[in-house]
């Protein structure tokens, strides 16, 4: 439990509920409401071990955090409490609840252990790709599907091992489950461009006929989707949307807009976020801000580079 105050606002509120939750507890040492509730949360920051950390300010002695707080939430009294996520104040709650209330406001921003156990096994899964033990990572990324299958981030990262490693029929297991999903998640739809590639240039025409039947007729769209489709596979994924972006050119709308579905999908599949640099916690401000700053991430120059060609093209 921490106390906050305007030195170290910023590094011990808004920065660290970057990294986890944290519930902000408002009280004055005049306040009954505020003693009482005192005690429940330090027993629930125990009881939730480490899923969300508690802090307390001093009204009385910290009036401008406390003020612009009541003020955002449009809240009078105390004792008042903020959850702060991800950088930011998301939601709060007034008075001294009982610990059941208080349990049910966390649950709804604080993830469960099950969770944060598929969360520490994707993290480690990344680090095991980055280390090229594929095996082992594909092992932790499908416990952390097993663990919570309505996980579409942990699936997507699963799947995305799965068609990188070359793994089209574990692939096609992995993915029929969430396939009524590609209207809604479009990582969950490019995988499924990126498996229904794999999948037909297993079966397709080899490259050297395809080539061949482009030399003689460089309009046949079919042969230069199958020749697209192959390269998406290989994971020659500028060399694929090369092939798709002659379609555009030509009839933009081809076999309902799938070249284009394709082209997106390719994208998506190329876009692995990169995870920005923690803000330096020793850093002090001497204003207060009620929010954290995001740190720029260096876009990937060859995704711009295709998705203004895709723009020149399609609009």
């Known amino acids: 439990m921490l106390d906050i105050t305007l030195q170290n606002f910023e590094a011990d509120l808004i920065t660290a509920s970057k990294a986890q939750p944290v519930l902000l507890d408002i009280w004055a040492p005049w306040c009954g409401p505020c003693k009482a509730l005192g005690p429940v949360l330090e027993k629930l920051e125990t009881a939730y071990d480490g899923r969300f950390a508690l802090a307390k300010l001093?009204?009385?002695?910290?009036?401008?955090?406390a003020g612009q707080l009541s003020q955002m939430f449009g809240v009078r009294s105390i004792p008042f409490c903020v959850l702060f996520k991800d950088g930011q104040p998301v939601d709060g709650f007034v008075g001294a609840l009982p610990e059941g209330e208080v349990r049910q406001f966390l649950d709804k921003h604080v993830a469960s252990e099950e969770a944060l156990a598929a969360e520490q096994d994707m993290a480690e899964a990344q680090a095991l790709l980055e280390d090229g033990d594929i095996d082992s990572a594909l092992e932790k990324l499908q416990e952390a599907v097993a663990i919570n299958p309505a996980d579409d981030t942990a699936r997507y990262d699963y799947l995305r091992a799965l068609l990188g490693a070359g793994r089209v029929a574990e692939a096609r297991r992995a993915y029929d489950p969430v396939a009524s999903k590609v209207m809604q998640d479009?990582?969950?739809?490019?995988?499924?461009?990126?498996?229904?590639?794999?999948?037909?240039?297993?079966?397709?025409?080899t490259p050297e006929a395809l080539a061949q039947a482009l030399a003689a007729n460089k309009r046949d769209f079919d042969a230069r989707f199958e020749l697209a489709q192959h390269h998406f596979a290989a994971q020659r994924f500028t060399e694929c949307m090369d092939e798709l972006l002659e379609i555009l050119m030509r009839d933009k709308a081809w076999r309902d807009e799938l070249a284009r579905k394709t082209y997106v999908a390719v994208l998506e599949v190329m876009n692995v976020p990169q995870r920005a640099a923690a803000p330096d916690p020793s850093a002090t401000k001497s204003?207060?801000?009620?929010?954290?700053?995001?740190?720029?991430?260096?876009?990937?120059?060859?995704?711009?580079?295709?998705?203004?060609?895709?723009?020149?093209?399609?609009?």
Request: hydrophobic share 40%; proline share 7%.
């Open 58 to 65: 001093n009204s009385d002695e910290q009036p401008e955090i």
């Open 186 to 205: 479009p990582r969950i739809a490019a995988c499924g461009h990126w498996l229904a590639a794999c999948e037909a240039s297993a079966t397709g025409r």
């Open 287 to 315: 204003t207060l801000e009620l929010g954290g700053k995001l740190v720029a991430v260096p876009s990937n120059p060859v995704i711009d580079s295709y998705r203004r060609k895709l723009s020149m093209v399609v609009f």
